[in-house]
């Protein structure tokens, strides 16, 4: 335990209070892109996590940096009053803002844009439809004999250049 006056305990304590409010605000614009998601995906638990792991971070290297490496009740106390006092004041301010834009952006942007590229895509792929057909047709063979038709006997009656005088011959012959 170290020793430390008031006065550096009053500095740590604001710095705290800073430091509250400064996640305060990031929770402001995380809280800003999850609402614009579904409800239920997987983007609402990692922003969730990543905000966690954050402010884990965050607090731990401002402690190492103001007290060296420990963490008090107050520091912590600090963290949340700030953390508070900014999402109550401004960082309603700021989501709202934040939400508008986003839902701006994704309305009007996104979403022409996505539109356009859909359509793009769509018409890409009809004007590939001949092609690939034309490939399919020519490269398609049902059988690939490794010998001749002439050398295989019982193919002898389906080498005949016309099938229909095959099929007479065959009926004459019966």
Not at 24 to 36: E, G, P
Not at 138 to 151: A, D, I, M, T
Request: net charge positive; aromatic share 12%.
């Amino acid at each position: 335990m170290i020793d430390t006056s008031p006065g550096q305990d009053l500095r740590a304590f604001l710095l705290f209070c800073l430091l509250g409010g400064i996640l305060a605000l990031v929770w402001a614009v995380f809280r800003a892109v999850r609402s614009q998601t579904r409800r239920g995906s997987a983007t609402g638990f990692f922003l969730d996590a990543g905000f966690g792991v954050l402010c884990a971070v965050s607090v731990e290297l401002l402690a190492l940096g103001v007290y060296w490496g420990e963490i008090r009740a107050f520091l912590l106390l600090g963290a949340g009053i700030g953390f508070l006092l900014v999402s109550w004041t401004v960082g309603r301010v700021v989501f709202y803002i934040l939400r508008a834009l986003l839902r701006f952006l994704r309305r009007y942007i996104l979403r022409p844009v996505g539109r356009f590229c859909c359509f793009l895509l769509r018409k890409i792929g009809k004007l590939l439809v001949a092609p690939v057909l034309f490939v399919k047709k020519v490269c398609h063979k049902p059988k690939n004999c490794l010998k001749s038709g002439h050398h295989i006997l019982y193919n002898k009656n389906n080498i005949q250049d016309n099938p229909k005088r095959a099929y007479q011959k065959q009926a004459r012959e019966a």
